[in-house]
Structure formats: structure tokens, C-alpha cells
T-cell receptor, first 115, second 116 residues
Framework: GDSVTQMEGPVTLSEEAFLTINCTYT??????LFWYVQYPGEGLQLLLK?????DKGSNKGFEATYRKETTSFHLEKGSVQVSDSAVYFC??????????????FGQGTRLTINP | GAVVSQHPSRVICKSGTSVKIECRSL??????MFWYRQFPKQSLMLMAT?????????EQGVEKDKFLINHASLTLSTLTVTSAHPEDSSFYIC????????????FGPGTRLTVT
């Protein structure tokens, strides 16, 4: 079945460092790909998404490009801030296989940014 | 907008008792809500899809008689863990789809259930 694999955390960086969180997926159909962020004490929030190959999702300085050839959707940010400390989840939605709007999540990566 | 709340945020119960968790969409109507379970350091696993006014659809391997889901209104879905056992201890998260919206799920903050 469909699955998502993220790099294991926790990840600890200094402020203004470059961030990459790797995400790869396995899917039978043509999924949409998502990054969600969960700040302490809050629910998951959609950070960005891409619905087809070569699409780039971006938001709040974060970017991820849908790479069909490598089945990847790595999250990047050029200069992280302390406020970016959170848990990040990669996810896919494969309507043909999973049904509309159903999400399959990676295990989450905890990111801590030190001042 | 698009806020989803869960109550309680934490609950501890004795083995054999039942626990009800509420999921509310505070500022929108949700025809569909989802219930997830998350084990430590693991991903969110979809348990069931709840549609207002109809029976929930459970994922394979989820016991529908143990995890009772009721979506009685467009703003409220409840998950009842019946005859809870220590292995049911987990983090339960709900999400809601806004009626007429683009299909984005809005997530609640989760409920930590501990069964002793």
C-alpha cells in the first residue's frame, strides 16, 4: 500500500541554518503531497502542498518540490528561525487508492532551533 | 478561522471503563471528520472516517465495536473507547473537512489517553 518515509529526528539546528527534512513516498496512483507542521500544544496545520510532478509548494520560506523520478518531496528552508521549532509531517493523498481526502502520514520529524 | 477543538486534552481512566473524546469544529460546518491514532515516535494512523448523519467507515483492523464514532451534527463528532485496556493508551487526533471547502483537513490538538 501507499506509504511515506521521513528522515528520523530529532533535528537540532542553530538559527539561520539551512534546513532539509527528507521525505520519500511509495504510491500506486498519482498522489498529492503535503507537509504539515505541529507547533507545541496545537493541531497539525497545512504548511504546503503539491498536486503533480514538478510542482513546487512554498509557504513561510519553506519549499518542497514534487519529484516523481525520485519519489521525493523534501522540505527545505534557507534560514530557520527559533519560531520554526515544531514537528513536521510529510503526507500523501491518493484518491484513486485511498479514497478522496484520506491522508497517509510519515512518522514526523521534531525540529528544534537554538538561538 | 477553521479551528478544531478536542476535549479532553488528557484523560486517565481505569482498565475496563469507557472514555468519550469530543471533536468540534468551532467556526465552520464539517460534513466529514477523521479520527487518527498516533503512537510515540510513529505516524498518524487513520482509524475511521465519520460522515454527519451516517455510520462511520472504519479502516482495516480497527474494531468498530471498541471505537464507537458518532457524528451527530455538522460541528461535533465523538469517539468512545469502550472497555479500555492499557494497549488503547495513545494520542487520538481528529480532523475536519469544511463543508463546501477545497478539501483541506483541519486538525484538532489531540487527546492523550492513558489507561491504567
Amino acid at each position: 500500500g501507499d506509504s511515506v518515509t521521513q528522515m528520523e529526528g530529532p533535528v537540532t539546528l542553530s538559527e539561520e541554518a539551512f534546513l532539509t527534512i527528507n521525505c520519500t513516498y511509495t504510491a500506486t496512483g498519482y498522489p498529492s503531497l503535503f507537509w504539515y507542521v505541529q507547533y507545541p500544544g496545537e493541531g497539525l496545520q497545512l504548511l504546503l502542498k503539491a498536486t503533480k510532478a514538478d510542482d513546487k509548494g512554498s509557504n513561510k520560506g519553506f519549499e518542497a518540490t514534487y519529484r516523481k523520478e525520485t519519489t521525493s518531496f523534501h522540505l527545505e528552508k534557507g534560514s530557520v528561525q527559533v519560531s520554526d521549532s515544531a514537528v513536521y509531517f510529510c503526507a500523501l493523498s491518493d484518491p484513486v487508492i485511498q479514497g478522496a481526502q484520506k491522508l497517509v502520514f510519515g512518522q514526523g520529524t521534531r525540529l528544534t532551533i537554538n538561538p | 478561522g477553521a479551528v478544531v477543538s478536542q476535549h479532553p486534552s488528557r484523560v486517565i481512566c481505569k482498565s475496563g471503563t469507557s472514555v468519550k473524546i469530543e471533536c468540534r469544529s468551532l467556526d465552520f460546518q464539517a460534513t466529514t471528520m477523521f479520527w487518527y491514532r498516533q503512537f510515540p515516535k510513529q505516524s498518524l494512523m487513520l482509524m475511521a472516517t465519520s460522515n454527519e448523519g451516517s455510520k462511520a467507515t472504519y479502516e482495516q483492523g480497527v474494531e468498530k465495536d471498541k471505537f464507537l464514532i458518532n457524528h451527530a451534527s455538522l460541528t461535533l463528532s465523538t469517539l468512545t473507547v469502550t472497555s479500555a485496556h492499557p494497549e488503547d493508551s495513545s494520542f487520538y487526533i481528529c480532523s475536519a473537512l469544511r463543508a463546501g471547502g477545497p478539501g483541506e483537513q483541519y486538525f484538532g490538538p489531540g487527546t492523550r489517553l492513558t489507561v491504567t
